[in-house]
């Protein structure tokens, strides 16, 4: 194979494939852009009522806790955040009360924020966004699949 024929062969290679998409370098500094999630919000499916409260970002955290209940039991509970660890922004979730797992922010703005940890079984990505009537919060695989979502109204107080 001539020279110049193996470095058209190599640059069709380089230039065809698919690039890597590397997820945008979320820092501290993009929490304020989360103040969208606080609040009560509420959602219902069948006799089951799932509320979840945010708290305002202090220091460097929003503190969360979920509560999915039904007339007279608790069907699941956890207690959330969104902190500053690293330098970065993570989503820190306790499912049950177990032990803490991190997710890493790849991405937030003003309307939408997406946490990953590929290592964890199910879920590995965690986006919550803003909706016009409320917040929807959406767990899946690393690939999009095995996806639940959840649409939360504000919570009439």
């Known amino acids: 194979m001539s020279w110049k024929l193996a470095s ?11 690039q890597v998409v590397q997820p945008e370098r979320v820092t501290s500094e993009d929490a304020p852009k989360l103040a ?7 959602r219902t499916d069948g006799n089951k009522t799932t509320v979840e409260h945010w708290l305002p970002h202090a ?13 007279n039991r608790t069907y699941f ?3 959330m955040r969104i902190a500053t660890h690293g330098g970065r922004i993570a989503s820190i979730v306790q499912p049950g009360g177990d032990r803490p797992v991190l997710f890493r922010a790849v991405k937030v703005t003003e309307e939408e924020a997406v946490f990953e940890n590929p290592e ?8 919550y966004e803003k909706t016009e009537k409320g917040i929807k919060a959406t767990i899946s695989l690393m690939d999009g699949s095995k996806a639940t979502a959840f649409a939360f109204k504000r919570k009439a107080n």
């Open 36 to 42: 969208w999630i606080v609040g009560s919000w509420e």
């Open 120 to 127: 964890h079984d199910h879920p590995q990505r965690i986006r």
């Open 8 to 18: 058209a062969f190599i640059a069709l290679i380089v230039l065809g494939s698919p």
């Open 77 to 79: 509970f956890e207690f």
């Open 59 to 71: 220091g460097t955290t929003f503190m969360g806790v979920s509560h999915t209940y039904g007339s």
